[in-house]
């Protein structure tokens, strides 16, 4: 069965800081990843996905995040942490049609 | 272009009163989801439409929940009678055809039952 594990549940950052938000999944064949983000009062936004191909796949907001599949791991990072990234962050896995997220990220940003 | 609209987006209602929600996806989009998020949690699919047709509603509450999408376009999730335990946020996204497409998710409708 699909499971996804975001061991996380709030983390706090400085402003300009670098951040990396771990995911680990549990999937039975090749994993289709997904980073989502929800800031408060706001739907689901797609943040990058990895069907294939580079293991390390660019996002939008300057978001990156890497496949490992030694590790079952598809970690989000960022290099500078800007105060609007403060949000709820959510790792997915299957196919995009069904997929499974994890219980998410709080993500805190400090001035 | 427009995205998913939800609707209401709060709605607090007491224990054993009915309430519904409503959906309208983005145009062209055939496949229709309706997801539960708990406080602190991710979203946990309820049900999938492909065109007007339920394709995966396994684990949608049968007892006190329904769904419908008459004409493959808005959709309607309905909880009659909810409990305390169905408080939660509500979402709705919808996508196109393909393996490779993602799935684009509306506000959500906050639900508190009292």
């Known amino acids: 069965a699909q499971s996804v594990t975001q061991p996380d549940i709030h983390i706090t950052v400085s402003e300009g800081a670098s951040l990396e938000l771990r995911c680990n999944y549990s999937?039975?064949?090749?994993?289709?990843l997904f980073w989502y983000v929800q800031s408060p009062g706001q739907g689901l936004q797609l943040l990058l996905k990895?069907?294939?191909?580079?293991?390390l796949v660019q996002g939008i907001k300057g978001f990156e995040a890497e496949f490992k599949r030694s590790q079952s791991s598809f970690n989000l990072r960022k290099p500078s942490v800007h105060w609007s990234d403060a949000a709820e962050y959510f790792c997915?896995?299957?196919?995009?049609?069904?997929?499974?997220f994890g219980a998410g990220t709080r993500l805190t940003v400090k001035p | 272009e427009a995205g998913v609209v939800q609707s209401p987006r709060y709605k607090i209602i007491e224990k054993k009163q009915p309430v519904a929600f409503w959906c309208n996806p983005i145009?062209?989009?055939?496949?229709l989801y309706w997801y539960r998020q708990n406080l602190g949690q991710g979203p946990e699919l309820l049900i999938r439409y492909e065109n007007e047709e339920a394709v995966d509603d396994s684990q949608l509450p049968k007892d006190r929940f329904s769904a419908e999408r008459l004409k493959g376009v808005d959709s309607t999730l309905k909880i009659q009678p909810a409990e305390l335990g169905d408080s939660a946020v509500y979402l709705c996204?919808?996508?196109?055809?393909?393996?490779?497409?993602?799935?684009?998710f509306g506000p959500g409708t906050r639900l508190t039952v009292l």
């Open positions: 999937y039975g064949a090749t994993p289709y």
């Open positions: 145009s062209g989009h055939n496949t």
């Open positions: 997915a896995v299957g196919a995009s049609i069904d997929m499974r």
């Open positions: 996204a919808s996508r196109t055809s393909g393996l490779y497409n993602e799935q684009f």
């Open positions: 990895y069907f294939s191909g580079d293991t």
